[in-house]
């Protein structure tokens, strides 16, 4: 994202916020939303938990975005925490993720995509250690 606005500070030049950093915030403020468990799909997850052991977080696993001059499109994949209702959690998904493009980045939303991929079902965890887990 590129901004030449200067009627701030008064002082001109170039601002350019990477892609990187958009899906990051994006992230952050989704993981916030209750009756999210996880974000990404299967594989991300996987590479998730072995980022995890090692003591790094890809805040922004689950979020892919596009970030135009003016606008930010975002594919967002989930794992809800069951008995959530899963268009409620979108809906709230898309309005964490839309409040942090517009008032942490600046920036319009075009659109924000939202992909349940899995529903975790406590007792799935009887049997294994909870790697990752998103409050």
Request: charged share 20%; hydrophobic share 45%.
């Amino acid at each position: 994202m590129e901004n030449n606005m200067n009627h701030i500070s008064g002082v001109g030049g170039k601002t350019v916020i990477d892609d990187g950093v958009v899906a990051k915030l994006t992230g952050i403020a989704i993981r916030e939303v209750a009756g999210v468990y996880d974000l990404g799909g299967g594989a991300a997850r996987m590479a998730g938990a072995i980022r995890g052991v090692v003591g790094n977080t890809d805040l922004a696993q689950g979020v892919s975005v596009e970030v135009g001059e003016h606008e930010v499109a975002a594919d967002i994949s989930v794992v809800a925490e069951y008995p959530v209702a899963l268009q409620d959690l979108s809906d709230r998904v898309r309005a964490a993720a839309a409040n942090a493009i517009t008032e942490l980045v600046g920036m319009q939303v075009a659109e924000i995509n939202v992909t349940i991929n899995d529903v975790h079902v406590p007792s799935d965890d009887k049997n294994e250690e909870e790697v990752s887990r998103v409050n």
